[in-house]
């Protein structure tokens, strides 16, 4: 039988056959899978091969295969930073939930959320959450980075998942796909979907008092179909987004608005750190590249990563 993964636990996997029937199923044997050095196997949105095991009067259905992936997000391991964590694959679309406060979403996890999803090539938009609780300040501030990330090119929709504020115009960029949200604990993940889809009654919880952050409530990936047609994955939030194994002349590849520009750059092999004539070095002095994409760009390339390997993945207290 065939059918795709909705949740995993680890050890045990949620997979709803192509007749829409769900199964609870184990994998057989070691999936290595070539090129990935993954923690887990299996991950939500694989399309897998089963077969049903009939233990007593148990029905267990057992995984044999899994069919190459179109593309994955990943995020790399708390413990063994060689390894990786498929957070989920074959998705049509991501969004990012970004919030200002509580907890606040930094520059540095956005872009290298954005240049993520550039790299597997999944179409990514960022939503501008919890708008309800702004002042004209900060309501000012979303704007600017709106407008920042619209330049470049990326659909940015300011939202309130408790209000229910343009949750419509999620919806609508929703139909017909599978799309996964991810974002910071507490950013309100689980919220937008209920609020897309109320009697799915997620689990949700406050935000810290004490460290104005989310407290991990969400501890699984897992998808859900939609009245409307279209599938989505709720996440648990994490820190960093892993772009493992990206050469160092690629990054900037993933910059979409520095890939614009590298032609113009003296060298074409160009890492727009020190070279001469340097289009984006240009473009930055002239304000067309914003300092804080450089920035990000600049510590992805220079592999500054202590804070964001130990402070990666809040594991759930
Ligand atoms: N005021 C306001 N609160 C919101 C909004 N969206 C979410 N929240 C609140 O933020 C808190 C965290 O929301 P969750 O949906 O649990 O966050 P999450 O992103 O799923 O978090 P994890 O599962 O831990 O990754 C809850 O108390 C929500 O009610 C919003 O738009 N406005
Ligand atoms: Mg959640
Ligand atoms: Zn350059």
């Not at 995984?63 to 957070?87: F, P």
């Amino acid at each position: 039988m065939k059918g795709t993964v909705y949740k995993s636990t680890g050890s045990w996997y949620t997979v709803k056959s192509t007749e829409g029937t769900f199964y609870d199923c184990r994998i057989k044997g070691k999936f290595r899978i070539k090129g990935i050095k993954s923690t887990n196997p299996i991950a939500v949105g694989d399309e897998v091969e089963f077969e049903i095991d009939e233990a007593g009067d148990e029905t267990v259905g057992v995984i044999w295969a899994i069919e190459a992936r179109r593309n994955y997000i990943i995020r790399k391991s708390v413990n063994l930073s060689k390894q990786t964590h498929i957070i989920a694959s074959n998705l049509d679309q991501v969004f990012l939930l970004v919030t200002l406060n509580n907890p606040k979403t930094y520059p540095v996890f956005i872009d290298r959320f954005l240049a993520t999803a550039e790299a597997y090539g999944i179409p990514a938009t960022l939503l501008f959450n919890k708008i309800d609780t702004y002042d004209m300040t900060e309501l000012g501030e979303v704007k600017y980075l709106a407008e920042l990330y619209r330049a470049i090119g990326y659909t940015c929709i300011g939202i309130s998942a408790k209000t229910g504020k343009n949750v419509d115009q999620v919806k609508i960029l929703m139909n017909g796909k599978t799309s996964m949200f991810a974002g910071n604990s507490g950013a309100g993940k689980s919220t937008l979907i209920n609020a897309i889809e109320p009697r799915l009654e997620i689990k949700t919880a406050e935000i810290s008092e004490q460290h104005l952050q989310g407290q991990h409530t969400t501890t699984f990936a897992e998808m859900y179909d939609l009245s409307f047609e279209g599938r989505i994955i709720d996440t648990p939030g994490i820190k960093g987004f892993g772009v493992v194994d990206m050469k160092k002349e690629e990054i900037g590849d993933y910059f979409p608005e520095f890939f614009a520009l590298k032609g113009d750059c003296k060298f074409n092999n160009c890492l727009h750190l020190d070279e001469p004539n340097c289009a984006v070095k240009k473009a930055l002095e002239n304000d067309q590249v914003t300092w804080s994409r450089y920035k990000s760009y600049v510590q992805m390339l220079t592999g500054e990563e202590e804070n964001y390997r130990t402070d990666l993945f809040g594991e759930k207290k």
